[in-house]
């Protein structure tokens, strides 16, 4: 299994990935990251806060690109380089994400492309964007 190789990429190449985070996700995730904060987990504390309840991990959310990027576009094989990201807007549990990757930049002699990254919520409202680097298989 191997994902493209970067004479298989073009500029506006695109994958997408859509999930709805669950609570079991939110707890699974800060167990495995130990991002326990009371803000992902405790009701009481997070409705004082400027969010007004609980807020998924903005981590968990932009792993979303991750699951785009090693499994789709480029796929199986993919380099992880670097990410540039912006929490634009608070994701709760039970609200859909879709995540996007489009790819905007080949460096082919360095075997890199550069991707626009952007997830949104079930009303088409941009929660995360930035920007992810890698390298594609050979």
């Known amino acids: 299994m191997k994902g493209k190789t ?8 695109s994958e997408s990935y859509e999930r709805t ?6 707890v699974l995730f800060g167990g495995v990251s130990g991002d326990l904060n009371p803000a992902h987990f405790n009701e009481m504390y997070a ?4 969010f007004k309840g609980r807020i998924v991990h903005g981590m968990l959310t ?3 690109f991750s699951t785009i990027l090693g499994t789709l576009l480029p796929g199986p ?11 634009t807007k608070p994701v709760r549990v039970q609200d859909t994400i879709k ?3 489009t790819v905007t930049e080949i460096i082919e002699e360095k075997n890199i492309i550069k991707l626009e990254t952007i997830a949104y919520n079930q009303q088409g409202e941009v929660v995360v964007k ?3 680097t890698v390298m594609p298989p050979k």
Request: no cysteine; aromatic share 8%; net charge negative.
């Open 62 to 64: 932009a792993s979303y």
């Open 47 to 50: 409705k004082d806060t400027m």
């Open 99 to 101: 995540a996007v990757a």
């Open 21 to 26: 985070v669950t609570e079991t996700d939110v």
């Open 77 to 87: 094989g993919t380099i992880y380089l670097g990410q540039e990201l912006k929490f």
């Open 6 to 13: 970067i004479r298989e990429i073009r500029i506006g190449d």
């Open 130 to 132: 930035g920007s992810a």
